[in-house]
């Protein structure tokens, strides 16, 4: 475990003189059709980011969603992963579900009433070399 853990320590280090808003475009719309958000990251080739659902002992950080508190809005169930795909991870020495290409995570929402939603997203991308160190890029995604 603690090989493990320095490991990712070294990894997430190891930047490669790039920043991640370099190896990774986000973009969030309002789907007014099937009421939810979509979260969308356009990843450059040989590039991947994290499910929300690894195991963290293996060392990379999961993506994860934090949102601003907002009584206009109520989220429905957890955000939905597509295009997830599970690989053998040698910067982790194990099996962890990845995203690339074009990753989509959508969240079910109920609104009342024209509201502006904002939060954040942390992740971390990786490729077959090493890692980036983790980011955190805000958004906010108008409903009306």
Known sequence: MLYN????????????????QDE???????????????F?????????????HIDEQLGPIPTEFKFEENTSLERIGEIEE?????????NFGGQLDILEGTATFTQK?????PTILKGSILYMLCN??????????????ELN
């Open 5 to 20: 853990t320095l490991s990712s320590i070294v990894l997430v280090m190891s930047a490669f003189g790039s920043k991640c």
């Open 24 to 38: 990774i475009k986000w973009s969030f719309q309002f789907n007014r059709a099937e009421n939810s958000i979509e």
């Open 40 to 52: 969308k990251a356009e990843l450059k080739e040989h590039w991947h980011l994290y499910s929300q």
């Open 82 to 90: 597509q295009a997830v795909k599970t690989i053998f991870d040698e």
């Open 109 to 113: 929402i109920k609104w009342l009433t």
């Open 128 to 141: 077959d070399k090493g890692c980036l160190p983790p980011d955190v890029i805000d958004f906010e995604v």
